[in-house]
């Protein structure tokens, strides 16, 4: 093998996780080159243009980015929060959701929130506020998102995780609105009612609540800043650069396999891709048969179906908002349906027009979809799916537009043209098995089964991405950080993220 394929680290995979750890490590000196399979980088970063509209494929909100708060102290550690351009969400409602009939608007702030449910259920004073103790209790057990060191690091365990959201929240209250508005959130980590973990839960709403966030160049962006990073600092990301196999030699890795080119090393291998895929890449090393077969028996997330609209001039009027709309009389069961009955709700969120503001010139709505539904076209890839295919979107897109008709009577009216995604546009898109919206899913009756370790056997090998921690630009950002402390140690970085903490007034 040839010098100049020889790097200090090769991280296989573009998306969010990749691309912070080959920020931090080529911030730090390694010679970095990520090996991405795709022309584009970003995995569920990717945005895409259609008539000059920008479209998000996965990620538009993003939350805790004020000054002093930790995805704003992530990202100027990242050295990329003077290249992302965002816009703070509605104050008095960033989340707006939709259930039984009754709608309501959720503020920003911990405390906001907590005193607009105050007044408007006075007689569940007790309840409110368990919820919000457990809520922040679990928030701010954990050191990292903390910034505190790590003393004795359990990866496993983390408060909450075994206890569930619907069980939980059922036993503080009877009221069915108040249940459902302190669940809505289940849509962002894909919970499902029996096994929805606390934890996650937690974290999540946390998160977006001390303050919201949409991406206003959308989420490649976010990958394009990385890109800028890390080649200042004289790395080098490979596109069209696909791995298939991954050869060891006394349990360390010795040479990556990428399709149509020489083989490439790296004296440390950082995988951004599921770990069962990256485990079964592996030739000549000794991976235990129960670690196999754990892997293979996670379950994942739900997938989902996506509708892009741009919409005639002055048609709509714009929502600084996210819409999360339930048919049923619960937040829960999108993901449970019967396939005559799909979809069961959706989160839609538009892009503000720059000639026509106050008015949106896009829409998006996704909507949870079963990765069976598109059995009849599993061996299929990217625009090479077939008429029926195109006519399988056709008609879901029709079902999408009769549910947004209940809260947009005149949306066909409004819409120029549109376009549409299926769960097979996501597997192809990211590798993801599935189509997985969140990649593995946590079970609150079984939270070890989902969780795995940035370490592997293979000793130069390492995971990172939305399997390990957790998914999300939190979960993913966090969880880079733990495998780059793998290899430069967790508390130098948690040291060193200290130091970009802006203080507020
Ligand atoms: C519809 C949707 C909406 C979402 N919205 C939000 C949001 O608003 N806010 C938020 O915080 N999170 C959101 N998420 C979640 C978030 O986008 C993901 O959790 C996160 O981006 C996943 O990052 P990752 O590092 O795990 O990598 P991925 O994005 O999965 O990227 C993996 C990369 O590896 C590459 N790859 C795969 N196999 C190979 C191979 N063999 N060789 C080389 N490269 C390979 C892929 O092409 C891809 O680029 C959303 C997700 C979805 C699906």
């Known amino acids: 093998m040839s010098s100049e394929n020889i790097y200090d680290i090769v991280i296989i995979g573009s998306g969010l996780g ?6 931090i490590l080529s911030q730090r000196g390694y010679k970095v080159c990520i090996l991405e399979q ?9 945005d895409f243009k259609r008539k000059g509209k920008l479209f998000d494929t996965g990620m538009h909100y993003i939350g805790s980015y004020e000054d002093g708060q930790i995805l704003n102290t992530l990202f100027r550690y990242f050295n990329i929060y003077d290249k992302v351009g965002v816009s703070k969400l509605a104050s008095e409602g960033f989340d707006i959701l939709q259930v039984n009939g009754k709608e309501f608007a959720i503020p920003q702030g911990v405390e906001a929130f907590r005193s607009k449910l105050l007044n408007q259920f006075p007689e569940e004073e007790k309840a409110i506020n368990a919820y919000f103790d457990k809520i922040l209790e679990i928030y701010q057990s954990v050191d990292i998102v903390n910034l505190r060191n790590i003393v004795n690091f359990d990866f496993a365990a983390k408060k909450g995780e075994g206890e569930n959201v619907y069980e939980f929240v059922a036993s503080l209250t009877d009221i069915l609105d108040l249940r459902n508005i302190l669940c809505y959130s289940n849509s962002l980590y894909a919970g499902e009612k029996e096994s929805a973990s606390l934890f996650i839960h937690a974290i ?9 966030w949409n991406l206003v160049k959308g989420g490649g962006q976010i990958a394009d800043a990385f890109k800028q990073v890390i080649e200042a600092n004289g790395g080098q990301i490979i596109t069209k650069a696909r791995v298939t196999k991954l050869v060891c030699k006394n349990d360390m890795l010795e040479a990556i396999h990428v399709e149509g080119r020489e083989p490439v090393k790296g004296k440390q291998v950082i995988s951004n ?3 069962l895929t990256t485990m079964q890449m592996i030739e000549g090393a000794n991976i235990r048969k129960a670690y196999m077969s754990r892997l293979r028996n996670q379950d994942q997330t739900i997938s989902c179906f996506s509708y892009y609209g741009i919409l005639k001039e002055r048609t709509i009027k714009y929502s600084n908002a996210n ?45 949870p979809m079963d990765y069976n539904e598109m059995e009849p076209w599993f061996d299929t890839y990217i625009e090479r799916r077939g008429d029926d295919y195109i006519k399988m979107k056709h008609d879901k897109s029709e079902r999408v537009l009769t549910v947004l008709e209940d809260k947009f009577p005149d949306i066909r009216s409004c819409i120029e043209s549109s376009y549409a995604s299926t769960p097979l546009t996501f597997r ?3 590798g993801v098995r599935g189509g997985a919206m969140y990649g593995v899913k946590t079970d609150s009756r079984n939270p070890i089964a989902s969780q795995v370790l940035p370490r592997t056997r293979v000793k130069n090998l390492f995971l990172t991405g ?14 880079a950080v733990i495998t780059c402390g793998e290899i430069v140690g967790i508390n130098e970085i948690i040291d060193e993220l200290r130091t970009f903490k802006q203080e507020t007034m």
């Open 273 to 275: 891709i599921e770990p």
């Open 466 to 479: 939305q399997n390990i921690n957790m998914h999300g630009i939190l979960g993913v950002s966090i969880g």
């Open 428 to 430: 192809d898109y990211t």
């Open 18 to 23: 990749g691309l912070a750890c080959g920020s």
């Open 38 to 46: 795709h022309f584009q980088i970003g995995g569920c970063l990717q």
């Open 204 to 212: 999540i709403n946390v998160f977006y609540l001390q303050s919201a």
């Open 323 to 367: 819409f999360y709309y339930y048919k049923n009389k619960e937040v829960w069961g999108l993901d449970d349906y019967d396939e005559s009955d799909w979809p069961q709700g959706y989160m839609l969120y538009m892009k503000e027009s720059q000639d026509h503001k106050g008015y949106a010139e896009s829409f998006t709505v996704l909507s």
